[in-house]
């Protein structure tokens, strides 16, 4: 084995866990998921058969990553972060033929105790706040906070709050990697340095 899995973990028949990984106490992972490489699941996370985990994700203690959701490489899922993956549930109806896709883009945070609703896309390098409610897709950078959540800002690829508004027009410089972002409209990218 060419990962760490604690005693308590319980790792189903055909589940791929890539080379790094750390599986801590009471973790369940079910046969189907693919996991990436060098991934933590902390206490108590649950992953589903038809879940894709990217490499160096970091998913903290109480989270369910359901059927359906895709993480990229690099997400991470704050403490008790709620994933859903059927829009309308019921008990005495079954659904699990309605489940929606939820897709969360390289770099992505999402905070503790926030919650994503099925069927949207966080994009690249998004910052959910701490017991947010995502019930919509989320452009790339954008910083979300609420209930529902909405856009104050944008953040940059280091994790800090850009001085920038959620709409308009602007350039604002990464203090801590000195990386440029470029504002228009409601689309902010980073700028590759020249080659």
């Known amino acids: 084995m060419d990962h760490y ?22 973790v369940h992972v ?22 894709i985990i990217g490499d160096r994700c970091k ?13 990229e490489e690099g997400v991470f899922c704050g403490p008790s972060m709620v994933f859903t993956n059927v829009y309308n549930p019921r008990s005495l109806i079954g659904r699990k033929d309605e489940y929606r896709d939820t897709l ?10 926030c919650t994503i609703v099925c069927g949207i896309t966080i994009g690249e ?9 995502v019930n919509r897709n989320v452009p790339a950078y954008a ?10 800002g944008w953040m ?6 850009l001085p920038l508004p959620p709409d308009g027009r602007g350039e604002a410089i990464c203090a801590h ?19």
Not at 104 to 113: D, E, F, H, I, P
Not at 143 to 152: D, E, F, I, K, Y
Not at 178 to 184: D, E, S
Request: positive net charge; glycine residues 14%; proline residues 3%.
């Open 5 to 26: 899995q604690h005693p308590s973990a319980i790792v189903d028949e055909g589940a791929r866990i890539g080379a790094g990984c750390r599986v801590w106490h009471f």
């Open 30 to 51: 079910c046969g189907g998921a693919r996991i990436g490489r060098d991934v933590s699941l902390g206490q108590n996370v649950f992953v589903g058969n038809k879940v």
């Open 59 to 71: 998913i903290q203690n109480n989270v369910s990553v359901y059927d359906n959701v895709t993480l």
């Open 104 to 113: 969360v883009k390289r770099g992505a945070t999402l905070g503790a105790n």
């Open 125 to 133: 390098f998004a910052f959910v706040g701490a017991g947010a409610v």
């Open 143 to 152: 910083l979300m906070v609420g209930v529902p959540a909405r856009q104050v």
């Open 156 to 161: 940059s690829e280091f994790g800090e709050q």
């Open 177 to 195: 990697t000195g990386a440029r972002y470029v504002l228009r409209g409601r689309v902010l990218h980073k700028e590759e340095p020249a080659a």
